[in-house]
């Protein structure tokens, strides 16, 4: 009976291409992967849609029926950081507070709220974007508040025909749109090194002095500026500029 035995070297080779396989980092296949996960407490059926704009378009992402458990689960691929929305179909015919907006990434989303305030008790973690989106809609809020008190007293003034305190307080909504721009940009120029920055000054502040918008163009990171917030302000920016001159 003949016997076979590995000789010294190669076992000794062997040994040491297993080491390697098992300590070779892996590449994983889902580091582009954003994954959103979270409850919708009091939910016992619907449909619930991932969505985004896609050439000025909502379109569905991915949707899953809720049914017994009120859990969910998305996976989709992401490039770079962008806004997305939950949709929840009640099938009542009000799509009124039943789409949450939200700042997806690479990585995994945590959202959790209720069934009856689904938009207004939504909590999101995950995404930093989402942190600072969070951070500039809570002043928003504040500005929204006051500019409704202001245009109140203002229709106030007017009814009254009281053009002095009219004119008044037109001075201070002027004021305070002001501000809200001033911050605004500031907010974005701060945070250039996040997607949030191009999409601030798309959303909210387009129609600003080309000199403040280029603020924060300027100090945009090279990753801010290839996504696709950052590309789209570019381009805006080229527009507007052929267009005033």
Same mark, same amino acid.
């Given at each position: 009976?003949?016997?076979?035995?590995?000789?010294?070297?190669?076992?000794?080779?062997?040994?040491? $291409? +297993?080491?390697?396989?098992?300590? &070779?980092? !892996? %590449?994983?296949?889902? @580091?582009?992967?954003?994954?959103?996960?979270?409850?919708?407490?009091?939910?016992?059926?619907?449909?619930?849609?991932?969505?985004?704009?896609?050439?000025? $378009?909502?379109?569905?992402?991915? @949707?899953?029926?809720?049914?017994? %458990?009120?859990?969910?689960?998305?996976?989709?691929? *992401?490039?770079? &950081?962008?806004?997305?929305?939950?949709?929840?179909? =009640?099938?009542?015919?009000?799509?009124?507070?039943?789409?949450?907006?939200?700042?997806?990434? =690479?990585?995994? *989303?945590?959202?959790?709220? +209720?069934?009856?305030?689904? #938009?207004? @008790?939504?909590?999101?973690?995950? @995404? !930093?974007?989402? #942190?600072?989106?969070?951070?500039? +809609?809570?002043?928003?809020?504040?500005?929204?508040?006051?500019?409704? #008190?202001?245009?109140?007293?203002? /229709?106030?003034?007017?009814?009254?025909?009281?053009?002095?305190?009219?004119?008044?307080?037109?001075?201070? *909504?002027?004021? +305070?749109?002001?501000?809200?721009?001033? /911050? %605004?940009?500031?907010?974005?120029?701060?945070?250039?090194?996040?997607?949030?920055?191009?999409?601030?000054?798309?959303?909210?502040? /387009?129609?600003?002095?080309? &000199?403040?918008?280029?603020?924060?163009?300027? =100090?945009? %990171?090279?990753?801010?500026? &290839?996504? !696709?917030?950052?590309?789209?302000?570019?381009?805006?920016?080229?527009?507007?500029?052929?267009?005033?001159?």
């Amino acid at each position: 009976m003949t016997s076979f035995r590995i000789k010294p070297y190669l076992l000794l080779l062997f040994s040491f $291409l +297993l080491m390697y396989c098992e300590q &070779a980092p !892996k %590449t994983s296949v889902d @580091s582009n992967l954003m994954i959103v996960k979270g409850r919708v407490e009091g939910l016992r059926k619907g449909m619930l849609y991932l969505q985004k704009f896609q050439d000025s $378009l909502l379109i569905n992402v991915d @949707s899953t029926l809720v049914e017994g %458990t009120p859990t969910f689960e998305f996976k989709t691929p *992401i490039e770079t &950081a962008e806004v997305f929305y939950l949709f929840l179909d =009640k099938e009542d015919g009000d799509s009124l507070n039943d789409r949450i907006l939200f700042f997806g990434e =690479k990585g995994q *989303i945590e959202i959790s709220t +209720l069934l009856k305030t689904f #938009e207004s @008790s939504a909590k999101i973690t995950g @995404s !930093k974007n989402q #942190e600072l989106l969070q951070e500039y +809609l809570s002043f928003k809020r504040k500005f929204n508040d006051q500019n409704l #008190e202001l245009m109140k007293s203002f /229709y106030e003034a007017q009814m009254a025909q009281n053009s002095q305190r009219a004119d008044s307080i037109e001075n201070q *909504i002027n004021r +305070l749109l002001k501000r809200r721009y001033l /911050y %605004t940009i500031n907010f974005a120029a701060t945070n250039t090194d996040q997607n949030i920055a191009p999409y601030l000054a798309l959303t909210q502040v /387009y129609d600003a002095n080309l &000199a403040l918008l280029d603020s924060i163009a300027v =100090k945009m %990171t090279p990753e801010v500026r &290839a996504s !696709k917030y950052g590309e789209q302000f570019t381009l805006y920016l080229e527009e507007r500029r052929a267009s005033e001159n």
